[in-house]
């Protein structure tokens, strides 16, 4: 498809100094810069440049190392033993091990409600310890090869011990606390003594536009640097305009729609792969996405770690897809398809993959429920919704999303045999081991599955003139959204 | 009936009224689908978690309890706390409050003067070129939404000319330290009000002018420029001054538009997201400022227009 | 000073005013006469070079010096929203921009009869009374140093004393060098001030000449009717030791002969702005004519409407027959609506004027006597034919008639109901006197042919005089005064009684 | 030719939205398979979904013209007879009890009303509909009702009653009647209120779903794409703006006429 310019603005060598100004869609007094409550991007990309996490994901969502130097499992894979690098928070203390229990404790305390919560769950706290300043050693309730992924999961920031009020944050990331209007603006001073090494500008300052236009109009107006979040006719728009460079952020997002398996229509195996074939998923991208990004192969996470390459794509077999569905004795069956606007281009995919639907000779009507309340609305109602993904490693998405205890099961997939599986994953200190199980499990997925994963979106960041150092991340990793590699030439 | 005695009737009035508002409105935030703590939850609806957050936001306490709870706070000036974020709701509002506050207070300062002078060049021209020039623009601009002239001056002022700045991005809450952030949003602001003003007051401006008392004037020897700004507009104002208390309610969809548009974090970004967040106490506060305001420029108005129509004796 | 030839108003190809012409000098009064709709106000506002749009104007007016203009009704021509002093003092600035404005405001005050405190000046129009709105409207005059004035009917609806005022005030002017011309159609006004009188018949002139000589020797047959058509103030002479009545007496009871139809007892009724009428009670028999006389703002209308039915009084009831009727119009029977009617002061106010007259008399019959539409309009035609209308006027929407005829037609809207008793208030002030003799006798025809009892409010004693056989002078909501006509117009004991017939400016210049 | 000059103009305005608007959904026939977002497509080019921009505007007229005036005659059946009833009611506690809780319903700000009411309903056309009359029925009411007080306070008034009319003959045939000029001028300006009202809904994303046909959602949904296919954005904008200032234009007259006739 025609695909958004990808640009990206490195202009030259790293050049040291100014003030990087970055725009976002906020969430006005919702904003919090508790990097535990971080559930907005741009909470997620500040939290980034105020704390660390002791691991974060790379590009494939492998995990890199962080604060934690490194990890060691005990044979039985049920106590890790990590080892913190030398670091120190903005106020000169050093990073120890008793910050890191505090942190953990605190994300996990059972009376609160922060969202890391349930991954923290597999380490049992109470058996936990610091076995020094620089050495935690965190005992687990079950066998877990995984656990890595568990220091990089989504808000897991290693706060000074007895912290609790966050309006002068004090973190061990590149950047130290300027000063913070909510809803508006964060403006960040860079920290010299990163132990990565220093940020290259000297300031860097959040600025909050929740129109996409607007946060467009500023950077051509001069007014940012970098917008975060734009679309791709935006990208076209400008295409080989000097005032605007566009970056991809490759395989940020999975779009798909779930049907649920627990009840009518869906239930239905036949059906379910009658829909898998119906499904003309370039078109989709092309105009849902504009073009920007992959189509998708009814499983989660191409590219990543672990991903089944191997599975054959599925193509569109409109012929079959009919047969099937009559033969599911499903033709004509009225069918909702739950969208909202709770998500960029839900509502687009819901009305064009409508039509292909009644291309099939089912007979959709397009519900666009509250956009506020749609996660928890399509969990449990419904039977077909619109869904989609930010990154996270495999492991992740069948843990929360595809076991029989999984709390997010929104295509109530449950089955002993593919819980069995993970159990044994997990279990599997050998890579390579886990690679095949993790293989079959997608299998069953891709046969029987409820989701219909159609497309991988990029995500396209704008910048200004000059800007450099921006990279290709997917949205949640390491690299995304990290504004101390960045420079202003 | 006697001004003092009016005013305070109406005073008591509009107190009844704007409890009555947050009532209604804390009904229908509650007949919304959904509550915080499921907007809290966002993508990870976990039900055991929801039902957490609702206990940590005290909404597991029935809806009565709640609103008689905000209530008897009202009566000792605490508006309670954002559900969502925790911060004391006055000092959201206040901070919220800035930057809407000066954009409608100019809009204010700049509207009336502009429209009455549309509308009484227009009234003076009844019929000519000027006058019917002025009316058809009034009535196209009228009908342009203002998003969509947001869009347009921008594209046009800020990004092909340059002479403004498209946005407020990274702009303090005092808006006045860059006034020309202000220009396409006050422009924004003022298209439809002015039109819609300034007709009502050609309406009464060539009424008056058709007047017995007019003509008198004329005849006691009076100056023509006397006559018309002295006798003739006074009357002429009169309704307009009732439809400027309704601009109030105007100003305020077309601040939510602006502050969209032009990224200005003001009451209007407030509303949108607090009924997004479901975050009641904010969501009063907001109600109650509105309401307050309403109440407040519609009394003004009606004194106003009692003090500008001697004659009606307040009969609204 | 004032020199008119040849004046010719037009509109669409019909002439409304055709050669008139006519002189006035310093100091004089001339007086233009005639029936409604015959030119005057038109030929008065030409003097200021005004028109009506659409009205096109030729011939010679030549005014020497400014000329000011007191129009019929002043409330219109006041500000509503300036403050009176305001107002004066930037008229006098205007006038004289060399200060002294406050000054120059105090002197012609005075002249104007006014007060000339602060207070009065702080007031707003709506806040004087209708005599002072005028004075006010003089005062606003005689700032810009004219030497004429127009006067359009000074006095129409106005109280007898306070038409005497007013011809103080015109005479006063006159005195002090100003022409004054006087458009009016009440004959016994202009008797009282003009030099001259220009008689006027459908926009010529039907005759002109010394004052003197057109009251005494009319040349025109049209004049003579004008004439002849005036109503004598008194019956009987006025006897020259009034014998004042001590106040507190109360009037005397004076039983009406035959059946009591209608009986007011113990009313009292306001408006919002305060109480109004106190205490009042009176009778009247059977098929005979009460009037209500008092000056302007005495309750004679709020006791007319409370006994039509369409002001609920606080305390009292009205008995028809010696039944009481309900307060309230609404809850009144049919019939009884039927039986009490009332015609209003303002006759052009009481149409619709989106539909046609005789749509709107007919509706009467319908209503209250049952009648099919076509029956009704019949009917309708038939009792405007009975007043003066023809079907060709009534078949015209309000805006087409003049205030003669539409006051007609609402005449002919109440009595369509066959009623027993005829509420009038102030039905022929603006009629001339040719018409206003027509309108009189219908009612009195229709008082002995039906038995129909009249309750008439006026202003003017020649028409209580020429109607009713029983008096009630009302005073600040109290009756101050009852008797039979003969008795209390001869022999009024009350000196509001006697201020109301005194003042009569016929009699003033009597000679 | 004086009448042409009168009319002509708006209702030649009036006319093209209109017809477009109405007979639009007919002309439209079956939809074309979908392009590529913003493409150049065929004559006025694709929109943001890929949809064929000229088959869009000709289905996306009837529900904003439907809807605004449905809306609006809604709040006028809804408001003026309530403005009327409480005017001729001579009854204090009657007028308070009726007009005060529309005072209520003014003192909220319309678009909190709007954003409220439409995220507690089912979306839809007939919710948007309902929402827009609930908040722009108190404003008709109480001008109804001030420009009826004045006319109920007229002598014609108690004349009719004297003649024993009906109080449903005095408020339809005389007052009703009589107000029609105060109403007619209200109704331009509040037609296009409405029209903005159901615009303004769906730039804030309540009321109608995103990809509806509608020319005000077109005008919003396609705004991003405002230079790369300006058409999906200028076309129905200026269809909107055509249809109210046709239709004030229009109300203009017809006041413009009735002023003179009487
Ligand atoms: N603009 C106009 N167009 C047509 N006819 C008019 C116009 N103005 C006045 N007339 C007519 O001109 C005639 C004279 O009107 P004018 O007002 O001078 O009468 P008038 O003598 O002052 O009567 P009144 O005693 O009722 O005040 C009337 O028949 C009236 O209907
Ligand atoms: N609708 C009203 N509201 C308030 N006050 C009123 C109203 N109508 C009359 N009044 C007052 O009541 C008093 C009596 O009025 P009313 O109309 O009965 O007088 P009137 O004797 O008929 O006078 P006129 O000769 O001028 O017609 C006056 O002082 C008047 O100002
Ligand atoms: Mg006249
Ligand atoms: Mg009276």
Known sequence: GPGPATGTAATGRPRRGGRLRVAFAGGGAQETLDPHLSNLFVEASRSKALFDKLADYGPDLSVQPRLAERWEPDAALTTWRVTLRQAAFHDGRPVRAADVLYSYARIGDPARAFRARTTLAVIDLARSRAVDDRTVEFALRQPFAEFPNVLAAFGVFIVPEGTEDFTRPVGSGPFVFGSFEPGRSLLLRRNPDYWEGAPHVDELQYLIANEESARVNALLGGQVDYAHDITATTARTYRGNDRLAVTRLTNSGMQAFAMKLDRPPFDDRDLREAMFLLADREQLVDTVLGGAGQTGNDLFGRGYQYYAEEIPQRARDLDRAQWLVRKAGAKGLRIRLDTSAAAGGFVESASVFADQMRQAGLDVRVAVGDKDTYWKDVLDGGSLCCFRSGAMPIESHFSQRLLSTSTTNITKWRRPEFDALYTRAVSLADEKARRDVYAEMQRMQHAEGGYLVWGFADWLVATAPGVGGVVDAPANTLDWARFDKVWLA | ?316 | MIRVVGLRAETGGSALVDGVSFELAAGRVLALVGASGSGKTTIGRALLGEHAPGVALSGTVEVGGRIGYLPQHPASVLNPVRRVGAVLREIARRHAPDGAAAERVASVLRRAGLPTGEDLLRRYPHQLSGGQQQRLVLAQTLLTAPSAIVADEPTTGQDAVTRGEVVDELRGLAGQGIAVVLLSHDLDVVRALADQVVVLRGGRVAESGHAEDVFTRPAHDYTRRLLAARLPATPLPVPAVPSPAPAGIPPGPAAPPGRVRIEVAGLTAGHRSGPVLDDVSLRVAAGQCLALVGRSGSGKTTLARCVAGLHEPARGTVLLDGRPLAPSLSRRRREDVARVQYVFQDAHASFDPGRTVAEQVSRTAIRLRGLGPGQAREAALDMLGRVGLGPAAAARRPGGLSGGELQRAALARALLASPDVLICDEITSGLDTVTQAGVLDLLDGLRRALGLTLVLISHDMGVVARLADHVVILSEGRIAEEGGAAHVLARPRHPLTRALLDRHPHQENQI | MRSALRWGPGIALLSVPLVVALAGPWLAGEPDPRGVPYGSGPLLGTDFVGRDVGEQVLLGGRTVVVVALAATVLAYLAGTPLGVLTAMTGRRWLDELLMRPLDLLLAIPSLLLLILLAAAAPPGALTLIVIVAVINMPEVARISRAAALEIAARPAMEAMRLQGESRWRRAAGYVGRSMLRTLLADLGVRVVGALYLVATASFLGVGVPPDASDWAVMVDRNRTGMFLQPWAVVVPALLVVTLSVGLNLLFDGVRRHREEAT
């Open chain 2, 1 to 316: 009936m006697s001004l003092p005695g009016y005013a305070v009737r109406r005073l008591l009035l509009g107190l009844a009224q704007i409890v009555a508002v947050t009532m209604l409105v804390f009904a229908l935030t509650e007949a919304l689908p959904g509550d915080a703590a499921v907007v809290l939850a966002g993508d990870v609806p976990d039900p055991a978690r929801i039902d957490r957050i609702r206990q940590e936001l005290g909404l597991d306490r029935p809806a009565p309890v709640r609103y008689a709870d905000w209530l008897l706070g009202l009566l000792r000036g605490d508006l309670g706390s954002s559900l969502t974020a925790g911060r004391p709701v006055t000092g959201f509002l206040a901070d919220a409050g800035g930057p809407t506050v000066q954009l409608a207070a100019i809009t204010l300062l700049l509207l009336v003067p502009l429209a009455v002078a549309v509308g009484v060049v227009a009234a003076i021209r009844e019929g000519r070129l000027l006058d019917r020039a002025l009316t058809s623009v009034g009535i196209g601009l009228y009908s342009v939404p203002e998003f969509a002239l947001a869009v347009v001056l921008v594209a046009l002022f800020a990004l092909r000319l340059g002479w403004f700045p498209p946005t407020a991005v990274g702009v303090g809450p005092d808006l006045l330290a860059q006034p020309a952030v202000l220009v396409l949003p006050l422009l924004v602001l003022l298209a439809r009000p002015i039109c819609s003003i300034s007709r009502l007051v050609r309406a009464g401006m060539i009424d008056a002018l058709r007047s017995d008392y007019v003509r008198h004037a004329h005849r006691l020897g009076l100056s023509t420029r006397r006559v018309r700004l002295a006798h003739a507009l006074p009357n002429a104002v009169a309704p307009a001054v009732q439809q400027l208390a309704r601009t109030t309610d105007w100003l305020l969809s077309g601040v939510i538009t602006v502050e969209a548009v032009f990224v200005v974090p003001g009451l209007g970004t407030a509303l949108v997201s607090a009924v997004s967040a479901r975050d009641i106490p904010v969501i009063q506060g907001l109600a109650l400022v509105f309401a307050a305001t309403t109440v407040a420029v519609n009394l003004v108005a009606d004194v106003v227009a009692f003090r500008l129509a001697p004659r009606a004796g307040g009969a609204a």
